[in-house]
């Protein structure tokens, strides 16, 4: 398994924290993310799937972080690795959480590196997953960059080199306004003088994989007089 297809649950009853963390592994390359409010649907979402790590907040509505990762952890979910997030940094708290078993707890605030850095360590130690490349959803699409591929509507279309690059580039600027200077010179590094008609074959032939609709693009984008963007 790719480390980024672990199944992660977040636990917090702060809706700005949750869409926060959901938002940061999102554009990380995580693509399964859940969330829960509170204890009760935290046992009712962690009990409907196979879950590779629980982010736990330790002060929740209806109970406490500490006695939900008890019932968490139990039978063959024993394993799962648990990460503790609380605003409480007082050194019992900390200790107990770790005396728990957790395998680490992170203090609000905290720096969103942080968090990464510290999942990635963790699946890394718990799974022997290896990182790779995320995998990118525009859309109904999942592009696959370690295989080259797009997957749609259960089909699976090969990139070539210059529309793998060329996706690359916008997918790794996504929302920003790249010029045709720029796309040029990403495709053709050694001179791109002269390509921008190719430049337009490419990106077509990219939105007919893409699109709904290719002559109406709603990603690949055209600014006028300025460039492309991924939306």
């Known amino acids: 398994m790719n ?27 995580y693509l399964h993310i ?23 907040d330790v002060m929740l509505p209806d109970g406490d972080g500490f006695s939900l990762y008890e019932e968490l952890k139990q039978g063959e979910k024993s394993q799962i690795p648990v990460i503790f997030l609380s605003a409480r940094d007082e050194d019992y708290a900390r200790l107990k959480g770790l005396g728990l078993g957790a395998d680490d707890y992170i203090t609000k605030p905290f720096l969103p590196q942080e968090l990464l850095l510290r999942m990635k360590a963790v699946l890394k130690r718990t799974y022997r997953l290896e990182e790779g490349l995320p995998q990118t959803r525009i859309g109904e699409v999942l592009i696959n960059w370690e295989a080259g591929t797009l997957e749609s509507q259960g089909e699976s279309y090969m990139l070539t080199a210059k529309e793998y690059t060329l ?34 074959v490419h990106m077509r032939r990219l939105r007919e994989k893409i699109e709904v609709n290719p002559s109406k693009p709603e990603y690949l984008v055209t600014v006028r007089g300025l460039g492309y963007k991924l939306k």
Not at 3 to 13: E, P, R
Not at 18 to 27: G, I, T
Not at 37 to 48: L, M, P, Y
Not at 179 to 195: A, E, F, R, V
């Open 3 to 29: 480390l980024y297809d672990s199944n992660i649950l977040i636990v917090d009853d702060e809706p700005a924290l949750r869409e926060m963390v959901q938002e940061l592994l999102k554009k990380e390359g």
């Open 34 to 56: 859940d969330v829960a409010k509170d204890c009760k649907q935290a046992r009712e979402v962690f009990n409907s799937k196979e879950y590779h790590m629980v982010l736990l």
């Open 167 to 200: 996706l690359k580039k916008l997918c790794d600027n996504r929302g920003k306004i790249l010029s045709i200077n720029t796309l040029c010179d990403t495709l053709w590094p050694d001179g791109s003088y002269g390509y921008e008609n190719s430049l337009m």
